[in-house]
């Protein structure tokens, strides 16, 4: 863009001026560009990034209003390692954050930053996490280098003047600074000021460490507004569930990565369920709050989806295909020499010949993947078919469900319901799901991933167990929470359960149970279905004895479980809550 198209400021926020007038002074951009949001600005930012070739167009007639961005083959993920709390108290961020004392940070970061921008083009991103005027909506303003980060930010948030309206002349936003640098490792760095409400990305240009409205402040800042603020900023779907008479039933769940998130947010029930319908509210995050009627209440601060795609078709997501099939960016797929793009797991046969994610020629006989494992989509909400009408509801949405869950192949039953609002804290807060092969440790290690939130708590994990249990005091109807596990298999290695639409029966039961309409027996580890409360009709082949065998509690296993949970409690022990080793205690006394 030439210096007389450039934007100008779309604000007179005298706080928002002078922090982007330092960040130019100490980036030193040729040129400053105010994003307004509006279509015709994204027209003409997709025709700059294909121009200096950051994107491809992908085959209008296959996939319309589509675009491909490869990533450096260093830049591929979440860096843990380079992501960092920085408080002025150690304990605050606590044992299972990287912590640098804010002066030292800051001063390493500013090193950095310096002149990083010279010869390029500074984006002021201003956005909204959350529908416009929410009391849950927060403001976001990103400053970047990059424009792959406005374009993504432009799906992925509300983003343009609107935030600037919300923000008025106030300062409560959150500040962003997104350096793109030689996009080098050694110099990656992800960190979070939560006392500032201040994120600073540099070194990397992957989405997950530089969409910065994305887990940096919609969780790890988030967490830490939420427990200053009264509210909960969780790693959590959202969905609603409509009966064949219209009754609706919002839940909201939370589960590890590669555990079917996304596939149960957008599940289509199966045909023996005719009538009934999952409404996709939010696919990752949820921001909840207790409301005036007593109810704890949702909103899905994302206005887009940022997806994994290796293993997303037809079968596994339909709805999945359907929204990416038009208007969304693919990073790190294969591209076939047609433009269109493909995964390992697509529908299909493998194509003959395509270049793969690093842009090398690919045939189905290479021993490297064509695909990324975790390259991903980028794709407004609104293309998904049962985006939920209440998702742009500012009030959000009453939660009666919150479902904890993780890949296990033994001891944890297909479904179960805690006893109380503080046990299911602990479900959560021990819940665990089974390394892959190629993760550090080895297949069938068991992670401790408490809420699907180690990677993403901003502050101390014990002091987020507090703010959890202390939430109950404030919800006079709290939702009932429960565990699932899609993944248990039998003594010959397959999985016991068909998962899929067929979780629908486990969501059914979820449901009936918040509306008092299905039994329950009590076990040592919460309430179960029995056979008879839980819908087994049209799943052809499966017996009552292999529902049996599915929900089955092995006191032994158990025992070995909680022995196993106590590495995460060890490590938290100074500000692990009471109640958590009463739980513990509670629950070895009944196996």
Not at 263 to 271: E, S
Not at 423 to 441: I, Q, R, W
Not at 443 to 464: E, K, T
Request: glycine share 10%; net charge neutral.
């Amino acid at each position: 863009m030439t210096k007389e198209t450039l934007g100008r400021p779309n604000t007179s926020n005298k706080t928002v001026l002078k922090w982007v007038d330092e960040i130019v002074k100490l980036c030193k951009p040729d040129q400053v560009y105010w994003c307004d949001g509006s279509k015709a600005e994204r027209k003409a930012l997709l025709a700059e990034a294909v121009e200096k070739g950051v994107l491809i167009k992908l085959n209008p007639k296959k996939l319309p209003g589509c675009y491909y961005h490869r990533s450096n083959p260093n830049d591929v993920a979440r860096v843990e390692q380079a992501t960092f709390i920085c408080t002025e108290n150690q304990d605050e961020a606590g044992p299972t954050n990287n912590w640098m004392a804010p002066k030292d940070m800051y001063a390493k970061l500013r090193g950095l930053a310096a002149g990083s921008m010279r010869g390029r083009t500074l984006y002021v991103v201003p956005y909204l996490m959350g529908p416009p005027g929410s009391p849950l909506t927060k403001v976001g303003i990103e400053l970047t280098d990059s424009i792959y980060v406005v374009l993504s930010m432009g799906v992925m948030t509300r983003m343009g003047t609107l935030a600037f309206e919300q923000l008025g002349e106030g300062d409560g936003f959150n500040r962003g600074l997104h350096c793109m640098l030689d996009v080098h490792p050694d110099r990656r760095y992800i960190a979070h000021f939560p006392q500032d409400n201040t994120v600073i990305s540099v070194g990397s240009n992957y989405g997950g460490n530089v969409l910065l409205g994305k887990k940096c402040l919609a969780l790890r800042i988030g967490s830490y507004l939420g427990r200053q603020e009264g509210w909960l900023a969780e790693h959590m779907l959202i969905l609603g569930v409509e009966a064949p008479n219209g009754e609706k039933t919002y839940l909201a769940a939370a589960f590890p990565s590669a555990c079917g998130k996304t596939n149960l947010a957008m599940m289509i029930p199966p045909p023996a369920f005719k009538g009934w319908k999952i409404w996709t509210i939010g696919d990752d995050i949820a921001w909840m709050k207790p409301g005036p009627d007593g109810r704890l209440y949702a909103i899905n601060p994302e206005a887009g989806y940022f997806g994994v795609v290796p293993g997303t078709n037809s079968k596994s997501n339909p709805n999945a295909m359907q929204l990416i099939s038009h208007d969304t960016i693919y990073t790190n797929v294969a591209l076939t020499p047609d433009l269109d793009v493909w995964w390992e797991g697509k529908d299909g046969p493998a194509p003959k010949e395509c270049l793969d994610w690093r842009g090398n020629k690919w045939t189905p006989e290479s021993k490297e993947k064509a695909a990324h494992p975790n390259s991903r989509f980028t794709a407004p909400m609104a293309n998904n078919p049962m985006l939920a009408p209440e998702a742009n509801d500012p009030h959000g949405v009453p939660i009666s469900a919150i479902i904890f869950g993780g890949r296990r192949s033994d001891t944890i039953p297909l479904v179960f319901q805690s006893f109380n609002w503080v046990h299911g804290v602990y479900l959560g807060a021990t819940m665990g799901s089974e390394m892959t092969a190629a993760a550090v440790g080895g297949a069938g290690q068991v992670r401790r991933d408490p809420m699907a939130m180690l990677p993403f708590c901003g502050y101390n994990m014990g002091d987020y167990f507090r703010h959890w249990i202390n939430m109950r005091k404030h919800i006079k109807y709290p939702p009932r929470i429960f565990h699932v596990n899609w993944f248990r298999k039998n003594a010959q290695g397959h999985f016991l359960w068909p998962g899929f639409g067929e979780n629908m029966r486990v969501i059914k039961w979820i449901v009936d149970r918040c509306h008092g309409r299905a039994d329950a027996d009590e076990t040592p580890i919460g309430w179960v279905p029995n056979p008879k409360s839980f819908d087994l009709n049209g799943l052809p082949g499966f017996t009552v004895e292999q529902f049996e065998q599915l929900q089955a509690i092995n006191e032994e296993e158990w025992r070995r479980e909680v022995l196993m949970q106590d590495e995460l409690f060890m490590k938290l022990h100074s500000r692990l809550p009471k109640e958590l080793i009463f739980q513990r205690e509670l629950l070895l006394a009944r196996t």
